[in-house]
């Protein structure tokens, strides 16, 4: 099977960036003859709920977004993550994260990377440190042992790029999303990822984890992302930024629908059917969309 995914996370509605990601990903899919999967990616238990899932995909549908079979749901698949870890050479991380920040201010040290603290412990500092962890009630993250520093992908609009790969977490209490996303891209078939160029910096981590696991590499598609007026993000904190926020200032679905269209080059359309005939990647503006 070939397909593409939108796999939102269930922590409040989709805001306008969020559903003009989720719209290029299902153009993509649609475009190249591909399913297109939906997943719910539930995995972080303390910030998602069935709630938000169940209007995340109201909303989708309601815009025109269809999807092939029923979502996958990240918290049924426990078993799967696990299978997947087992396979890798991994060790505990015992670090807090302000540990991490003052240790990767060292100079041999790339920016946003693990250093490497816990990586060459001894049996005896281990179990020690297992020890005040249990006594405190928390539980040392996994993180995997890699042996490379960098890796190349290739993405459909930036071309080659090679970036860092550390010792990065594979679970911390909850599966860590770098983990889970590459097992449920495997097992969905998954060969081309459409989301935002804010993580694009995470493909190369993610692509060798796959060829660890022996899974192929998908096609990566990182689309530009809708900012405020200050160039930051876009975020629920912009004002009406959310589909049913916008329906309850008066827009109808097919305005909302009109508005997503002219940010990704396709002025005037009104339906999504609308927006597939007549959409060509090569002419996606490349510029982050300005929300106004």
């Not at 169940?54 to 799967?80: I, K, M, N, T």
């Not at 190369?204 to 689309?223: D, K, T």
Request: aromatic fraction near 8%; include cysteine.
């Amino acid at each position: 099977m070939s397909a593409g995914r939108y796999a939102p996370s269930p922590s409040g509605d989709l805001h306008f960036g969020n559903l003009r990601t989720a719209l290029l990903a299902w153009l993509f899919a649609r475009k190249t003859s591909r399913e297109f999967i939906m997943r719910i990616e539930d995995v972080d238990s303390q910030r998602s709920s069935a709630e938000s899932a169940a209007r995340q995909l109201d909303d989708l549908a309601s815009l025109g977004l269809d999807w092939d079979g029923q979502p996958v749901v990240q918290s049924s698949r426990h078993e799967a993550y696990q299978a997947a870890l087992s396979q890798l050479e991994t060790y505990e991380c015992f670090c807090s994260r302000r540990d991490i920040l003052e240790a990767s201010g060292a100079a041999h040290v790339l920016p946003g990377c693990y250093p490497g603290t816990c990586r060459e412990l001894t049996a005896q500092e281990r179990e020690l440190r297992r020890q005040q962890f249990a006594e405190q009630g928390r539980v040392p993250a996994v993180r995997l042992r890699s042996d490379v520093e960098e890796f190349e992908v290739v993405d459909y609009y930036n071309g080659r790029y090679v970036g860092p790969v550390d010792d990065f977490v594979l679970r911390r209490g909850d599966w860590a999303y770098n983990l889970a996303v590459v097992v449920d891209d495997a097992a969905g078939g998954i060969d081309q990822v459409v989301r935002g160029d804010d993580l694009l910096s995470s493909a190369p981590r993610q692509a060798y984890l796959a060829s660890l696991l022996g899974y192929a590499v998908p096609e990566y598609v990182h689309v530009p992302l809708v900012v405020n007026a200050e160039g930051k993000r876009l975020a629920k904190r912009d004002g009406a930024v959310t589909l049913r926020q916008m329906l309850e200032q008066g827009l109808t679905v097919g305005d909302v629908v009109e508005q997503l269209a002219g940010s990704i080059g396709v002025p005037g359309a009104r339906t999504a059917a609308e927006i597939l005939e007549r959409f060509d990647p090569q002419l996606l503006p490349r510029d982050a969309y300005v929300w106004t």
